[in-house]
DNA sequence: ATGAAAGCGCTAACAT
DNA sequence: ATGTTAGCGCTTTCAT
């Protein structure tokens, strides 16, 4: 490879010091009195020899890369997708990088992801954790790493964290399904359930049932394993079909098992909602044009991306000073559509 | 923050050379000839200070960062996502980090973006370039930076591809509604069109028509601004149907323009297949459980992803040699559902 | 208004 | 079988 220009061929051809070149790259060269004949000689030898800084030799001297790491479970579901562009827009802005790690609900990869990216000399983390414990950041924290949890956190966390009322969005649900006269009502969830999303809209959905004095029928609680989420889906409501045995409606605690789900009931020709009603939490856009358009629970993607950045930089800006600990809890709104329009009152 | 370990803390505290140390850390220990008791003393030393590499020091000082870029026009659509996602789990595996940039279809932000990520030393760039020509690439060749076109390509360009065939996309396409009977063939694509993709896609459409002699009427190509894709969608649709002059069938150039061309067409009720039929580019999971489930040219995700990143570390591993330029053109294939079976024949 | 020199943490060529 | 030394490109402290 052809020999890159450094800021002493700069400085050598120029009979300057690496220093000066050093300052008016930076800057700093009016701070440091340097004449405006210098700095334009400067200026111009970079354009000319086309000098381009070296951001890892920068980084490596000042010990900040202006690279920040996201973790989440999945970078191709719609709804991390979306947050991550928000949160890179934002970097960009401000002259950060983002490397982004997929756990794929793995939750020793996502141990080795966060020491990956702690040897990366990252300045910060944002994650939506598969940990069963906040033991991990709790290590961040004594390393004085700057990160936030997001979508899902963890009790009595001493890190920031922006999520969003689960308890709450199930509890709309809920009350949306039971105010529509539904009463058999099915719960689609994901197994192993240690993550604060699902823990939390489960809870919600056995509170508000037993609130209405509903039963919760165990058969009509299906738990898919994350790692087989297609075919699990499609075996467990096929069994209940053919046992003739399917509730009025299924709610669904997350985007995938909600599209999962759909899949199910098409193969199956199973009508929604003439025959099955379904409610979803997370919006996606194509729930508004589907055949019938699908209820669900919308959460604020933008919001989640711009509050996490934002605590990031906090306190990647104030490394030393001592922040208090932020947890933004954001609302969600139910979006009411066709997909649970069928019980009459 | 609290002083990290490094190397010379472990040789200090050890009485031997930090030669030594970066030797068993790089696993050159047994072929330089250190002894097994030395080298299970660095490791005790290691884990008993909880020493961690500094990597940007050390990809500083190889010149090798061990991270790749990943610029795409928007992380949050799924076909880009996926690709992503595919990449990032083999350069996991080979230790790299992935870092990656939304254009938003911006050519200069996009240069600068290149530029942002030569200066971060990344080895390697995969991208699906929103340039209008490759000058870009010319440069990076010279520089001799490793990189690899997905997607979009130019012509008689010398740099490394992996596209699909998307002049036989369209070709499946319009034959598939040409032999089913459909005549009024409507197209919805995209503005500006410098992009390759949808260029051949154009290209493909227009030889096609011609070849089965159809006339391509120029109020059903609907040219849609990419910066303001729903609204100009809705606005011009709907135009069409006030002035009763619908087609029999939309294809729609990529998965934005068939969403939201669903989007509007639910908002104008107009009924998929009985007023009109829709065929996409572009193939994503909910299209096989609408009513109507959604005919689209499926393109090779998790091959585009695979291939481009072999490619990449190809040139990353032999950066010295002089390797010949490979293209992959990826073929593509139809699948047919019930968008587009309401004409008979 | 500018320069000299040290050093960030690591690797690698060269000694011994 | 292990140590010495130089240096990657840059910032920063201290001189002048």
Chains 1, 2 share one sequence.
């Not at 499609?234 to 999962?260: G, R």
Request: charge should be positive; aromatic fraction near 8%.
């Amino acid at each position: 490879m052809a020999k890159k220009v450094s800021i002493v061929d700069i400085a050598n051809s120029l009979g300057v010091s690496k220093t000066l070149v050093s300052l008016v790259i930076n800057n700093k060269a009016n701070e440091y009195g340097i004449s405006n004949e210098t700095q334009k000689k400067v200026l111009d030898k970079i354009s000319e020899l086309g000098y381009r800084p070296n951001n890892l030799a920068r980084g490596f001297r000042t010990g900040k890369s202006n690279t920040i790491g996201i973790i989440v479970s999945d970078i191709s579901n719609r709804f991390y997708s979306r947050i991550v562009r928000t949160i890179e827009d934002k970097a960009w802005e401000k002259g950060y990088s983002v490397v982004i790690c997929s756990t794929n609900e793995d939750y020793n990869k996502e141990r080795e992801q966060i020491k990956f990216l702690c040897d990366k000399q990252v300045d910060g983390i944002i994650i939506s954790s598969s940990q069963k414990d906040d033991s991990q950041f709790q290590e961040l924290n004594q390393l004085k790493i700057p990160h936030v949890l997001i979508d899902r956190k963890f009790d009595n966390s001493n890190s920031c964290s922006v999520t969003i009322d689960n308890y709450k969005g199930s509890e709309l649900a809920i009350n949306h399904l039971i105010n529509h006269g539904y009463n058999r009502i099915g719960l689609i969830t994901i197994t192993p359930l240690h993550i604060s999303t699902i823990r939390d809209r489960e809870l919600g959905f056995c509170d508000t049932m037993k609130e209405h004095g509903k039963v919760i029928d165990q058969s009509w609680i299906l738990k898919i394993p994350f790692n087989n989420l297609e075919e699990s889906i499609e075996h467990k409501i096929t069994k209940l079909y053919k046992s003739n045995n399917l509730p009025e409606v299924f709610f669904t605690l997350n985007n995938n098992l909600t599209s999962n789900t759909l899949l199910t009931l098409k193969k199956l020709k199973i009508d929604v909602p003439d025959q099955i009603s379904i409610i979803g939490f997370d919006d996606l856009l194509y729930f508004n044009f589907t055949q019938p358009s699908i209820t669900a629970i919308n959460q604020p993607v933008m919001d989640i991306g711009e509050k996490s950045f934002n605590l990031l930089i906090e306190q990647i800006e104030h490394k030393n000073k001592k922040l208090p600990i932020k947890s933004y809890q954001l609302p969600v709104e139910l979006i009411v559509r066709e997909s649970t329009k069928n019980i009459k009152l």
